[in-house]
């Protein structure tokens, strides 16, 4: 059998795959926003089920959101902020300033 590899190491390996740096940042970009979502629905006290009836949405499409599990567009994030009474704001950083 082959020596064990360390995290860094199979973490290093795999983001030298052409795609993989990509991949990743979709995959950050949907944990966060999905975090958000379920942080200031526990904070307004409600239920998945709840805010998937403000938001127009199933149970299930709530908890894929908040796994991260979608890439959410800018009209599904309006609907979400609506429900969540909050206001949708979306910006760009300089790479240097956004890690």
Excluded: C, N
């Excluded at 973490?11 to 979709?26: D, L, V």
């Excluded at 599990?69 to 949708?88: D, F, K, N, S, Y």
Aim: aromatic share 6%.
């Amino acid at each position: 059998m082959g020596e064990r590899k360390t995290w860094s190491d199979k973490r290093a390996e795999i983001m030298s795959h052409p795609g993989a740096g990509a991949a990743y940042e979709a995959a950050r970009i949907r944990f966060e926003v999905g975090e958000a979502v379920r942080l200031r629905r526990e904070e307004l006290g409600l239920t998945q089920a709840e805010l998937a009836e403000r938001a127009g949405l199933k149970q299930p499409a709530v908890a894929r959101f908040e796994a991260g599990g979608t890439m959410p567009t800018i009209p599904m994030l309006e609907r979400l902020a609506e429900a969540l009474e909050v206001r949708l704001r979306v910006e760009f950083q300089p790479v240097r300033e956004a890690s």
